[in-house]
């Protein structure tokens, strides 16, 4: 890898290397079968500066740029994609909104409790939708006054029950669709909010997924994030800063997942010699290591695009594309390396098979990236 | 929709068999791969309709079906539960090594245990012997009148639970592969016992544990063929195997695929259509039936190939690969599809997508299979 | 208020180098480099001493032009300041050039209360600098340590000796090396690394130092590094009876002196 990164983000990139090793690899396996929010961990990536590692520093941050951070997110992934994901959905989504979105007051308000790790982000977006009269769950916000009351149901809210902040998605005018949808910043706390469940998850268990109950929740206007109606501008711009994020997250689990079956490959012997030495073998992994090599170097030009300010959705969404493919078909093709082995459940293989999944999938099926690249295309 | 290929009697048994998954699988394959424990009470229902040993010829109390009939049932009970139709595809293929070298007493003995309800077991795999299966420890030796068998045997799948087992061990192991010879082991033997259970990441209530062999004695006349047969009854055993794991395995597929579908049709976009009008997802469910119809076919004409008693081996082999590669991308793609839903446990396509991955492997690992091919094509 | 020095080298990662299997040579064409991991130890145990006592902790180092990539990685672990010599001389130097080296830059800054070194280096691992540092500095050296406090100008350190261990005491400036087991080196949180740009460094010329021909002129000189690799026999013993291979396993490993 010769991308050239600055001395600095090569620090960064050991020290959350020594960080992940000391703290995240031991618990990692642990969480996933427990399926528990690994709220000391949490705590310590707050210690050191993870949770705001891209955030300015006159909120709290470290200004160390959105490279740095998503060189942050593919070491932890390496050992642990659901911690990446709890990262991901607080730094990339939730704080990215108060950041790029927020007015200096809220900024203010919000941003150095998340970078402190005081207090810990969602983003609440999807609904449920599949049910017949899933209308009925939308959420909706009424304006009374200098109020909003929110009303209705989010579902698969990663973060959920165990954030503080939530940046939820209502519809302000009902009868607009996608242009009456608003952002606000929600206090955990705050009456009318419940979580009436939680949901299981194939991977990515640790990382807290649960359903939000709103009823008459009532959520100030200074806690509107920009102006109404520009709702669905907000989250597709937040979710694309993510899917760099995400796709770092692959780039770590694909990376760990082809070191293992390396190593197992050179260890297991048929026919008289390491499967490793079969040609079959090594053109498994000479494809995954090339896509893997590929898809860190567009995720790290993505990432640094966002860093300096430019126009990123169209490279977001190809990173997106990309790693989606890769990272479903390197596991695929790691755990048919490791055969029974890398199938049992105990190993990690079958882990990062689990996790790889979740870190490419959409919000949105009718999100496909496919669809943002082209309208830049096309524009 | 009937299925007019097939004869009368095929589409009778297949919309029985289909009621029948819907009836006593479909609404508890979820709760016993929670819990990871054998479906015992699957099986008995399955015993009640008769359909525990297709495999059976009619002579000695089998129900005698042709293999065409055997796929539709396993495709049925695969798109059930995939864990479910590996206990009884395993069931089928520990009683192929008599129809292929077993005596007229032996099949007796064998067939008869199945006929009455007691599971069968293959134990062919050892830690150091996977695809390589000469690479067999296991030993038996002759003493007097019997054989004394030794050794340990993995990832046998059905074995803890078995009545009787057709087990892999060396007559001499100074002849690698030529030294394998195969016998009929009954579980009531001294010396027999099961070792730990596989907790595996998919098939979760299929049974797969070790077998431990220490100074097992059994009657001389449980040799299956001759001494040194072994790795021929091997492959002739997994040569039949192929198709039936591929009907499972196009079963699997068909239930991803019909589960996004209906996905499709329900799950409305923020704009309040079904996601499945955008041509993105619509080519995308044709992407998937396309693969979906073509294993099916694949399988069914090998299957055919083999009741006109032409040379089927490549053709299993082929249909095998695709079938279980199908059931892997159709699986993760409605996974992709639905999204959050399709990841968690609130639906049934995580389930499949690690179950799918099992099919690649087991019965001969695909590489297996595309040398099985190569060496046909270039014999 | 102490003033400690720490002094670290900047090596090869052991852990990226790779044998050659041919002619046993090593291959570090894609090795990184790190601060030695003993260095690592010293570095905590100084900037531990001064979050307790308050002072300053100055760190110094010797290696080749390469050696400036290791200044930000050492302030992020606690130093103020950094000192760095780089220079060509450091590819052949020994444990008595690069003892000589360091000796004269301390001299050149003045004293200190303390000179922390790790207990060796992790790739040559001579255990010899901190000893020769303070024969050169005429001031006590004590090695393997384990424990360290400061009572005012006071030390005291506990040695690790064998099976047993030692309490030493001295007073005014010393030479210490550490042992590993002495303390736990932090992870710089990003704060920290991001800071670390902040703090000065400075480099020093080696003709700077005055130092003589003779000097720089390493007394050992390395002949070659060879790779050291234990390699399966891959013996198998396919006897039909098990005590047979026993046996066979249990013989072999006698002969091989490991039983």
Known sequence: MSYALTEEQQLIQQSAREFTQEYIEPIASEIDHASIHPSAVVQLMAEHDFLGLYLPEEFGGASAGYLSYVLIIEEISRMSGAVASILINHASLAAYCVNRFGTVK?????????????????????????????????????????????????????????????????????????????????????????????????????????????????????????????????????????????????????????????????????????????????????????????????????????????????????????????????????????????????????????????????????????????????? | MADIMLTLEQQKLQDFVREFTAKHIIPVASEWDEKGEFHEFILEEVKKIGLHCMAVPTEYGGPGYDSVSQSVVMEQFGYGCCAFATTLGGNGLSSYPLAIAGTDEQKKLYYGRLVAGGMGGFALTEPGAGSDAGACSTTAKL????????????????????????????????????????????????????????????????????????????????????????????????????????????????????????????????????????????????????????????VRNALRMKEAGVPYTKEAAIAKTFATDTAMYVSADAVGLMGNQGYSKDSFVEKLMRDAKVTQIYEGTNQVQRMVIAGQLLK | MPKVLVC??????????????????????????????????????????????????????????????SLKDALSRGPGSVQWIGDAAFEQADAFVTANVLAAAIRKNGTYDLILCGEGSADSYNQQVAPRLAALLEIPAITFVQKLCMDGSRTIATRKLGDCTEVVEVEGPAVISVLPEINKPRIPSLKQVMAAAKKPSQEIKLVELELSADDIIPKTVSVSVKGYIMNRKNILFKEASHADNVAKLVASLAQEGLC
């Open chain 1, 106 to 379: 809220q900024k203010q308000a919000y941003l150095p409790a998340l970078c402190s790790g005081e207090k810990l982000g969602a983003f609440a977006l999807t609904e449920p939708g599949a049910a017949p009269g899933a209308g009925m769950h939308k959420v909706v916000a009424a304006k009374e006054g200098d109020n909003y009351v929110l009303n209705g149901r989010k579902c698969y809210i990663a973060n959920g029950g165990v954030a503080d902040v939530y940046v939820v998605f209502a519809l302000t005018s009902p009868e607009a669709g996608t242009k009456g949808m608003s952002a606000f910043i929600v206090d955990g706390n705050t009456a009318g909010l419940t979580v009436s469940r939680t949901v299981g998850k194939m991977g990515l268990r640790g990382c807290q997924s649960a359903e939000l109950v709103f009823e008459n929740v009532i959520v100030s206007s200074h806690n509107l994030l920009g102006s109404e109606g520009v709702g669905m501008k907000i989250a597709q711009q937040a979710q694309l800063a993510a899917s760099v994020a995400e796709g770092a997250q692959v780039v770590g689990i694909a990376q760990a997942a082809m070191d293992d079956a390396v190593r197992y490959g050179k260890e297991r012997i048929q026919f008289g010699r390491p499967i490793a030495a079969f040609p079959a073998i090594q053109t498994m992994l000479a494809e995954m290591a090339t896509n893997i090599y590929i898809a860190r170097l567009a995720v790290y030009d993505a990432a640094s695009l966002i860093e300096r300010d430019k126009p990123f959705m169209k490279e977001a969404a190809m990173v997106k594309l990309f790693t989606g493919r890769i990272g479903q078909s390197a596991l695929i093709d790691v755990i048919q390396i490791e055969g029974g082995y890398g199938y049992s459940q105990e190993m990690i293989a079958s882990r990062f098979y689990r996790d790889i999944k979740g870190a490419v999938i959409n919000e949105s099926s009718a999100d496909f990236p496919e669809k943002v690249i082209a309208k830049d295309l096309l524009a």
């Open chain 2, 143 to 298: 003493d007097g009148d019997e054989w004394v068998l030794n050794g340990t045997k993995c990832f046998a799948t059905t074995c803890g639970v078995a009545s009787i087992m057709v087990v892999f061990a060396s007559t001499d192991p100074s002849k690698g592969v030529k030294g394998l010879s195969a016998f009929i082991v009954e579980k009531e033997r001294e010396g027999f016992s099961v070792g730990a259970t596989e907790h595996k990441m998919g098939i979760r209530s299929s049974n797969t544990v070790e077998l431990l062999l220490k100074n097992v004695r059994i009657p001389k006349d449980h040799l299956l063929g001759n001494e040194g047969e072994g790795m021929k009854i091997a492959m002739k055993t997994l040569d039949m195997a192929r198709p039936i794991v591929a009907s499972m395995a196009v079963g699997v597929a068909q239930r991803a695929l019909d589960a996004a579908v209906a996905f499709a049709k329900e799950y409305l976009d923020v704009n309040g259509k079904p996601i499945g009008m955008n041509q993105a997802v619509g080519f995308k469910l044709a992407d998937m039936a396309i693969r979906v119809e073509a294993a099916r076919q694949l």
């Open chain 3, 8 to 69: 670290y080298k900047w090596v090869l990662d052991e852990q990226d180098i790779k044998i050659n299997l041919g002619d046993l040579s090593l291959d570090s064409s894609r090795a990184k480099y790190k601060i030695s991991d003993y260095d690592k130890n010293a570095i905590e145990e100084a900037t531990l001493l001064i979050e307790a006592h308050g002072g300053n902790v100055d760190a110094l180092t010797f290696g080749s032009d390469k050696v400036k990539q």
